[in-house]
């Protein structure tokens, strides 16, 4: 069951809020939410749901047994031996889990290959959302361990903090001490509720119509077997990689514009996952943008307890290799992944110890260095998309003119077809909506003529965008049987 499915937003969400409305506690509520994640994660296959409750045990028991080395009240000099021990213990089990299921094939092809051996293992069918629940589980036992939170007493509260159907799927990473207090208390308003609709229609929109179509763009012009057969124009290339970049922004930050737009229906507020990224003037402004939860993870619980940049020039760098390895190897079990990884530590690299860039420019270099910023994320992008290197070496040669020419293909039919579209999406990825909102807000705020034509238009936008965006992303549904979210794969 996927968010931009006609079945979720008119028949699960309408059933679940309606019950959730009726329950008279929030440990009433609290119980249809966790029944309600549970059938929607064993909508992708029932036995996956005991996966998700054995890591949810494993991490339950441990960050227990690590609060009890700590002494009354806690002492952070206090049982370090015993509390890393339990804190070995259940990440390596959790990340144990992870490994059999997501790495096990890549480990045994690349063993394999290096060999010239035949691999008989079987494939293991990968679970949805494995790389997300396990992290989140993660980050809440690294925080007990610090100190941060006591344990959560309850295991049927771990157990919905894991399984929240908002984003137990695809993100973001939510840590456990920022919907801690919401678990137990929280309040709902109409406002608040409205304002989740709007930000949930919002990321309908944004997948539905956008992403969507993207990524019809990308699929049609980077066709893996026209390009395994070197039939690929380089205009091809170039506008099937600029889709994809479209389309992996446009879908991912829709799922978590929906995630946060759930919670915020019931009270619950999750952190902002992307910044309008493609408006970075740097590869590192780029990753302080995108993908704020996973970025937060590695910087809080793996590059810190590393040493971080408080260390030696060459430490420092090995940091940042071991952080963005892992971080390519978290999204796919390829090595374009570990590729894409080390590529922008390259550019971080180079950013910090060579351009030494001032931190605010004038307006020529500003944009010099957000093209430079697009040119380098666009080919990470590159790198992302083909996890067959033969694949990416022939759309490499295809983009360079080596194979079919710039335009042997009639690529430019396609971007006739879909221009518009296109150029709605490349509207959808700049922070204008925030600007223009921001100062409507502002002139809403003057008195006279043009405050109350300001404040009109603000209500007016407020009631009718959700019902809008609703009515138009259910159109672009209709007959569309199955569009995953990108980063179900991860």
């Given at each position: ?92 089990m959790c990340l144990g889990l992870l490994v059999i299921y997501k790495y096990t094939g890549f480990f045994t092809d690349t063993f394999c290959a290096l060999f010239g051996l035949e691999n008989l293992i079987p494939k293991v069918a990968l679970p949805i959302g494995i ?158 943008r995108w993908h704020i939860s996973l970025s937060s993870f590695f910087r809080d619980y793996v590059y810190i307890p590393l040493g971080g940049n408080r260390c030696s020039k060459g430490r420092h760098i090995l940091n940042l290799l071991i952080v963005w390895a892992l ?164």
């Amino acid at each position: 069951m996927v968010f931009s499915s006609l079945f979720f937003i008119f028949a699960f969400l309408v059933l679940c809020y309606g019950v959730y409305l009726f329950a008279p506690t929030v440990k009433a509520k609290n119980t249809v939410l966790l029944v309600f994640s549970l059938i929607f994660y064993a909508w992708g296959g029932p036995p996956l749901v005991l996966l998700l409750c054995l890591e949810t045990l494993i991490c339950f028991v441990g960050a227990h047994l690590i609060w009890s080395c700590h002494p009354a009240p806690f002492h952070p000099e206090g049982g370090w031996g015993g509390k890393k021990a339990f804190l070995a213990v259940t990440v390596g089990m959790c990340l144990g889990l992870l490994v059999i299921y997501k790495y096990t094939g890549f480990f045994t092809d690349t063993f394999c290959a290096l060999f010239g051996l035949e691999n008989l293992i079987p494939k293991v069918a990968l679970p949805i959302g494995i790389s997300f629940y396990t992290f989140q589980l993660i980050s809440y036992v690294a925080d007990v361990y610090r100190g941060e939170t006591p344990p959560q007493r309850s295991y049927a509260k771990l157990l919905l903090y894991a399984a929240l159907f908002h984003q137990c799927i695809a993100g973001p990473i939510v840590r456990y001490v920022d919907v801690q207090r919401e678990i137990d208390r929280r309040t709902m308003s109409l406002d608040e509720a409205w304002s989740g609709m709007l930000r949930f229609t919002v990321g309908l929109g944004k997948k539905a119509v956008l992403a969507n179509t993207c990524a019809t763009v990308a699929d049609s012009l980077l066709n893996p077997e026209k390009l395994g057969g070197g039939q690929v124009s380089s205009l091809a290339v170039l506008l099937g990689v600029t889709a994809y970049m479209l389309q992996i922004y446009l879908d991912f930050s829709a799922y978590s514009d929906m995630a946060i737009g759930m919670g915020r229906m019931i009270g619950f507020h999750f952190k902002e996952n992307f910044n309008y990224p493609y408006a970075a003037d740097s590869v590192t402004d780029f990753w302080r943008r995108w993908h704020i939860s996973l970025s937060s993870f590695f910087r809080d619980y793996v590059y810190i307890p590393l040493g971080g940049n408080r260390c030696s020039k060459g430490r420092h760098i090995l940091n940042l290799l071991i952080v963005w390895a892992l971080t390519g190897f978290w999204h796919g079990a390829s090595w374009n992944f570990i590729l894409w990884g080390v590529y922008f530590v390259v550019f971080l690299i180079l950013e910090k110890y060579v351009f030494r860039w001032k931190k605010h420019g004038n307006a020529f270099t500003s944009h010099l260095r957000r093209i430079y910023t697009l040119i380098v994320v666009w080919f990470g992008w590159f790198l992302f998309r083909f996890d067959d290197m033969s694949l990416m070496g022939q759309a490499l040669r295809s983009l360079f003119g080596a194979n079919n020419g710039f335009n042997g293909d009639n690529a430019h039919y396609t971007l006739k077809s879909y221009l518009f579209i296109l150029m709605v999406a490349v509207l959808a990825c700049a922070p204008i909506v925030p600007v223009l909102s921001k100062k409507l807000t502002a002139a809403a705020e003057r008195e006279g003529v043009a405050g109350g034509l300001a404040r009109a238009v603000t209500n007016t936008v407020a009631v009718a965008a959700p019902i809008a965006l609703l009515i138009l992303s259910a159109l672009a549904l209709v007959g569309d049987s199955y569009n995953p979210f990108l980063y179900f794969r991860f």
